[in-house]
């Protein structure tokens, strides 16, 4: 039990290395921390509170895993090599395409409320 409790620590430690260190991250938590904000004000339902839950995961570890990447292409080589800017780039392109994605999530929900709100 006590190995199990201990892999929640390094779980924290790892989240709380990634927020100070990348800044990416940190632009990830506080747009997510707006939409949560905006999801109460809004009063989305529960589904919908369940896609952004889903969707704001998805990112964030999308973001942790290019964290991930990038220094285990840096642990390997320190020269410039192709594969490993390919790797980099891949990596930040997963993370670009969940966070297109979460923009379409939050257009797709909030969107019509905010014309009503607006434009009413």
Same mark, same amino acid.
């Given at each position: ?13 790892? *989240? ?6 990348? !800044?990416? *991250? ?15 004000? *809004?009063?989305? %339902? ?20 290019? %964290? ?7 642990? *390997? ?38 014309? !009503?709100?607006?434009?009413?």
């Amino acid at each position: 039990m006590r190995a199990f409790l201990r892999g929640f620590v390094y779980a924290f430690q790892g *989240l709380g290395y990634a927020a100070c260190t990348q !800044r990416n *991250l940190r632009i990830h938590l506080a747009i997510a921390s707006l939409v949560i904000v905006v999801g109460w004000a *809004l009063q989305v %339902t529960a589904v919908e509170w369940a896609v952004l839950g889903l969707t704001i995961g998805v990112v964030i570890s999308a973001e942790l895993v290019n %964290t991930v990447a990038e220094l285990a292409v840096d642990l *390997l080589t320190q020269e410039y090599h192709p594969m490993a800017k390919v790797a980099k780039d891949v990596g930040a392109a997963a993370v670009l395409v969940t966070a297109l994605t979460a923009v379409g999530v939050g257009i797709a929900i909030f969107g019509p409320r905010l014309w !009503r709100l607006f434009f009413g």
